[in-house]
């Protein structure tokens, strides 16, 4: 049976995180999933001298694993921001690659000892290397 309490507490499906920090001399306040925020921390902190983490706010798990990683890169936020933002993308690069190898996989056929594969599955195939090459810029951009 589902209650008032049940629709009301129920957390979103994307936690929200919130994290102060001071790049430089300014103050920034970056909001929204933990993805996003580590990707903006380091798109603004790149080639600066001094990115500092001031405060956050998230959810369990996110905080366990900005702790973690702060410490195995010595408390240095950026180098930090970017292992966490590359991680999430690596995630979406496997998904990619492993979809392209399921694809490949059902659509072979043989035909006089050769191997074909069907077109309407490689044009599928080819959309998806593209979204691969997509992700592999923005994992050299996130590179600190």
């Not at 001094?50 to 890169?73: C, I, N, P, T, Y």
């Not at 690596?90 to 050769?114: P, T, V, W």
């Not at 077109?119 to 290397?129: D, G, I, K, N, Y």
Request: positive net charge; aromatic residues 6%; contains cysteine.
């Amino acid at each position: 049976m589902i209650t008032q309490c049940d629709i009301i507490c129920r957390p979103s499906e994307v936690p929200i995180m919130e994290i102060w920090v001071k790049i430089g001399r300014t103050k920034k306040k970056y909001q929204g999933s933990f993805r996003a925020v580590m990707e903006n921390i380091v798109k603004d902190g790149k080639g600066k001298k001094a990115v500092q983490l001031l405060s956050f706010h998230a959810g369990k798990k996110e905080r366990r694993r900005l702790k973690r990683e702060l410490r195995e890169h010595d408390k240095d936020l950026l180098r930090t921001a970017s292992a966490i933002a590359r991680w999430f993308y690596e995630i979406d690069r496997r998904k990619i690659k492993r979809r392209i190898k399921e694809l490949k996989k059902r659509a072979r056929y043989l035909s006089k000892g050769e191997v074909f594969y069907k077109p309407e599955v490689m044009e599928q195939v080819r959309e998806l290397e593209k979204q691969l090459e997509e992700i592999d810029r923005k994992m050299e951009e996130l590179k600190v």
